[in-house]
């Protein structure tokens, strides 16, 4: 990802696709998350740094796979004109909500399947006692993610559409095919 500080200029809009619905999203991350060979090799638990992994990119939306060490976090941030959702594969996370004058925490455990709306300003950490790993699926695919000082004001955008996909949608949609469900 790269960054560039927040001015008083605003850059033309460009001409995004609407986010598909919570719904189609959901059944896109679940079915990732149940797909562990497609993403557990590229999950990574290093206490030194967090490395979202983009799995895969299309016109409509993407997807990355997060790996979270105990007390690893994001900083607060948005994700720009994208709905997502969010799967918790493994561990836990807590969801801290900056909303003024109190704060909201949320501790998901494996399996939470977390609904986020273009515009919800959050962050992510991974609580432990072990590691922990989620699926995001975005809609429009991420291009800015804004981030927040503690006062609710933007500091810096980052964009994230230089982001190598590490497969592509056929090994997605083999992997999503009715026919590889387990269970």
Same mark, same amino acid.
């Given at each position: !990802?790269?960054?560039?500080?927040? /001015?008083?200029?605003?850059?033309?809009?460009?001409? *995004?696709?609407?986010?598909?619905?919570? +719904?189609?999203?959901?059944?896109?991350?679940?079915?990732?998350? #149940?797909? &562990?060979?497609?993403?557990?090799?590229?999950? $990574?638990?290093?206490?030194?740094?967090?490395?979202?992994? *983009?799995?895969?990119?299309?016109?409509?939306?993407?997807?990355?796979?997060? =790996?979270?060490?105990?007390?690893?976090?994001?900083?607060?941030?948005? $994700?720009?004109?994208?709905?997502?959702?969010?799967?918790?594969?493994? =561990?836990?996370?807590? &969801? +801290?909500?900056?909303?003024?004058?109190?704060?909201?925490?949320?501790?998901?455990?494996?399996?939470?399947?977390?609904?986020?709306?273009?515009?919800?300003? $959050?962050? @992510?950490?991974?609580?432990?006692?072990?590691? /922990?790993? %989620?699926?995001? @699926?975005?809609?429009?695919?991420?291009?800015? !993610?804004?981030?927040?000082?503690?006062?609710?004001?933007?500091?810096?955008? +980052?964009?994230?559409?230089? +982001?190598?996909?590490?497969?592509?949608? *056929?090994?997605? %949609? *083999? #992997?999503?095919?009715? /026919?590889?469900?387990?269970?």
């Amino acid at each position: !990802m790269s960054a560039i500080e927040i /001015s008083g200029l605003a850059a033309p809009p460009v001409a *995004r696709p609407a986010p598909l619905s919570g +719904e189609l999203l959901t059944d896109i991350a679940t079915g990732l998350a #149940a797909s &562990e060979d497609l993403w557990r090799p590229h999950a $990574h638990h290093d206490p030194d740094v967090r490395r979202p992994v *983009r799995l895969v990119v299309c016109d409509l939306w993407e997807a990355w796979v997060v =790996g979270w060490t105990p007390g690893q976090h994001v900083d607060v941030h948005d $994700h720009g004109d994208s709905a997502g959702v969010l799967v918790v594969v493994e =561990g836990h996370l807590v &969801e +801290e909500l900056p909303v003024r004058p109190l704060c909201q925490l949320r501790t998901w455990g494996a399996g939470a399947v977390v609904d986020l709306p273009v515009g919800v300003v $959050h962050d @992510v950490a991974g609580v432990g006692p072990g590691a /922990s790993t %989620s699926i995001h @699926v975005y809609s429009p695919p991420l291009s800015t !993610m804004t981030y927040y000082d503690d006062d609710g004001q933007p500091v810096r955008v +980052e964009t994230t559409d230089d +982001e190598p996909a590490i497969t592509d949608l *056929r090994s997605v %949609s *083999r #992997a999503l095919h009715p /026919s590889q469900r387990r269970g």
